[in-house]
């Protein structure tokens, strides 16, 4: 079945960067696209990342220029590189196979000002 784990997250300051990896298994990765989303407190999860299994990638207008997507079909993992993080990134964040499968448990992303 379709396993999802993220890691990477933490407490960093604003202007700071985090790298998130999800390693997914249950799907033949390299055949699928992948994306990054976020769920704030009180907010609806939305999608801020995603590529696809040729490497295209799209980026929600919040994080253009600072997040980068990028995939390891070897290792069967998606990355989140995050740079000059702010204040309104904090969140947890999940990744997923699109069309989306079950969710992980996410990581807890906290961007202090």
């Known amino acids: 079945q379709v396993q999802l784990v993220e890691s990477g997250g933490g407490l960093v300051q604003a202007g700071g960067s985090l790298r998130l990896s999800c390693a997914a298994s249950?799907?033949?990765?390299?055949?699928?696209?992948m994306g990054w989303y976020r769920q704030a407190p009180g907010k609806q999860r939305e999608l801020v990342a995603s590529i696809s299994s040729g490497g295209s990638t799209n980026y929600v207008d919040s994080v253009k220029g600072r997040f980068t997507i990028s995939r390891d079909n070897a290792k069967n993992t998606v990355y989140l590189q995050m740079n000059s993080l702010k204040p309104e990134d904090t969140a947890v964040y999940y990744c997923n196979f699109l069309p989306m499968g079950p969710w992980g448990q996410g990581t807890q992303v906290t961007v202090s000002s």
């Open positions: 249950g799907r033949i990765f390299s055949m699928n696209a």
